[in-house]
């Protein structure tokens, strides 16, 4: 069995990510002053700070007539939602997601 040293996040290059199709490795074989200490994560509650949007950070792009789409359906299934077909709620993430989208 190989050395087991401290948990470590590697982050790769874009170079690194073209020839290994991976962001990100998770390893545990780096000796233990290779390793900075560091924790990573996100918080439950965290969202997208939209205002930082063009400062560096490119927001996805939607074909417009996509999103039409996908506006016509949601407001498909609120009426339905409306009028008892559909649990109450259902809509709601959905039309916050396309609104995100937008």
């Known amino acids: 069995m190989g050395y087991i040293g ?6 790769n290059s874009d170079n690194n990510v073209a020839q290994n199709n991976r962001r990100f490795n998770l ?4 000796d233990p002053s290779d390793v ?12 997208l700070d939209r205002s930082v ?6 927001a996805p ?9 996908a506006e016509a359906s949601v407001a ?4 339905a939602e409306q009028a ?5 709620g259902i ?11 937008k």
Do not use: F, H, M, Y
């Open 61 to 69: 792009k939607i074909a417009p007539e996509l999103l039409r789409r």
């Open 53 to 58: 949007l063009g400062r560096g950070t490119v």
């Open 76 to 79: 498909k299934l609120d009426a």
């Open 36 to 47: 900075a200490p560091v924790v990573v994560g996100v918080p439950k509650n965290w969202k």
């Open 91 to 101: 809509t709601k993430p959905l039309a916050d997601l396309l609104r995100v989208l």
């Open 27 to 30: 390893n545990a074989n780096n």
């Open 6 to 11: 401290p948990l470590s996040l590697n982050v």
């Open 84 to 88: 008892g077909a559909l649990a109450q």
